[in-house]
Nanobody, 115 residues
Framework: VQLVESGGGLVQPGGSLRLSCAAS????????MSWYRQAPGKERELVAG????????NYADSVKGRFTISRDNAKNTVYLQMNSLKFEDTGVYYC?????????WGQGTQVTVSS
């Protein structure tokens, strides 16, 4: 099983980034996919999630209206479009695949919002 995140980087406040997570080694469409993040000195938190079919999503209150999670099951990839970025969005962003029995985590990608 592999989850490989990409798309992180340094961005100014108000800017945008699009994270991608390429999955392999499991039946991608059978897994709920989520993005978590961990800011320095803080606990890891759920940012957004999407069902296997992509018909339902959920978001942390802090990112609602700014972030959009989506998936392409043909490409085994999940995305996180992040707009209107704020300083407090800084952190390591992790891709997670979950079913009833197990969870797989990616290695994370750093997002830094700084002027």
């Amino acid at each position: 099983v592999q989850l490989v995140e990409s798309g992180g980087g340094l961005v100014q406040p108000g800017g945008s980034l699009r994270l991608s997570c390429a999955a392999s080694g499991f039946t991608f469409s059978s897994y709920r996919m989520s993005w978590y993040r961990q800011a320095p000195g803080k606990e890891r938190e759920l940012v957004a999630g999407i069902t296997g079919t992509g018909d339902s999503t959920n978001y942390a209150d802090s990112v609602k209206g700014r972030f959009t999670i989506s998936r392409d099951n043909a490409k085994n990839t999940v995305y996180l479009q992040m707009n209107s970025l704020k300083f407090e969005d800084t952190g390591v962003y992790y891709c997670v695949a979950r079913d009833l029995f197990r969870a797989y985590w990616g290695q994370g990608t750093q997002v830094t919002v700084s002027s």
